[in-house]
């Protein structure tokens, strides 16, 4: 790699740590290149993006960034993964290390907070934005269908007792 692949690489590891809502970093030592292309196929599916760099290029893009306090984390075969919601790249992380025990996590960052493994975990363990967001809609659209039920309530009673009342008619 050259000098000017390598500005490439920093440069663009160092946008996309800017814009992450959550940095994981983990080892990845005795992940076969399946194992690794089936991570990060998971990872693209949800959102995020997992990155194999030299240590030394990932330290210098962190700099400047929100997430710079991880820069330690950087020792030996490790990998980045990141995304936007900030739940994204924990939970891909942390289920694909639950069923592949070479993966280990070493911790992460959200914004300027650090985590440590147990951190990501349990920021994993949130529900997603999407989730969120589908909870609060529920939230919002239960109270309006039981008013609209409640309202047409007493129109359907008053209709009914119409329709009793001239079924008896009809019937006398």
Do not use: C, W
């Amino acid at each position: 790699m050259d000098r000017a692949e390598k500005r490439e690489l920093v440069t663009g590891l160092n946008e996309a740590f800017s814009g992450a809502g959550s940095v994981v970093v983990a080892h990845y030592a005795g992940i076969t290149v399946a194992q690794m292309n089936d991570l990060r196929t998971k990872m693209r599916t949800a959102g995020g993006t997992v990155k194999v760099a030299k240590n030394r290029l990932a330290k210098i893009a962190l700099q400047g960034t929100e997430s710079e306090s991880i820069i330690d984390l950087f020792k030996g075969q490790t990998l980045v993964a990141y995304s936007n919601d900030p739940i994204t790249a924990p939970k891909v992380a942390s289920d694909f290390a639950k069923i592949n025990d070479k993966l280990v996590i070493l911790g992460g960052a959200m914004g300027t907070t650090p985590l440590d493994a147990d951190g990501v975990k349990a920021l994993a363990a949130l529900p997603s934005l999407d989730e969120l967001r589908a909870k609060l809609v529920g939230m919002i659209v239960t109270p309006a269908t039981r008013i609209a039920q409640i309202v047409n309530a007493p129109a359907a009673s008053v209709a009914r007792v119409i329709g009793a009342y001239a079924r008896k008619d009809e019937a006398a």
